[in-house]
Nanobody, 120 residues
Framework: VQLQASGGGTVQAGGSLRLSCSAS????????MGWYRQAPGKQRELVAT???????NYADSVQGRFTISRDNDKNMLYLQMNSLKPEDTAVYYC???????????????WGQGTLVTVSS
């Protein structure tokens, strides 16, 4: 699966952005999709994940401000980001994974990243 992230840009603190990630094939078979981010000088960190049937999990730092969603019919993943803060500045990557029923990772894909800059 090839993932293409888009929607990054520069926004003032308190503003909103919506990130999109398109997949080159059907995503309905992918167990989990998610967004990660990497700020300058820091390790990549989990932002949010969403399972095939829609249950989502968020990092504490974005809980209540960000919303992850997926459209299995359109093969798209989204991240709505509201009330953005300067500390949200990072390159955001989309990710997709599949597992066996026993929980063994069998597929793991990354998009190329899209830069989000939040000015104070």
């Amino acid at each position: 699966v090839q993932l293409q992230a888009s929607g990054g840009g520069t926004v003032q603190a308190g503003g909103s952005l919506r990130l999109s990630c398109s997949a080159s094939r059907r995503i309905v078979a992918l167990n989990a999709m998610g967004w990660y981010r990497q700020a300058p000088g820091k390790q990549r960190e989990l932002v949010a994940t969403i399972l095939r049937r829609g249950s989502a999990n968020y990092a504490d730092s974005v809980q209540g401000r960000f919303t992850i969603s997926r459209d299995n019919d359109k093969n798209m993943l989204y991240l709505q980001m509201n009330s953005l803060k300067p500390e949200d500045t990072a390159v955001y990557y989309c990710n997709a994974e599949s597992y066996t029923t026993a929980g063994t990772l069998i597929e793991n894909y990354w998009g190329q990243g899209t830069l989000v800059t939040v000015s104070s």
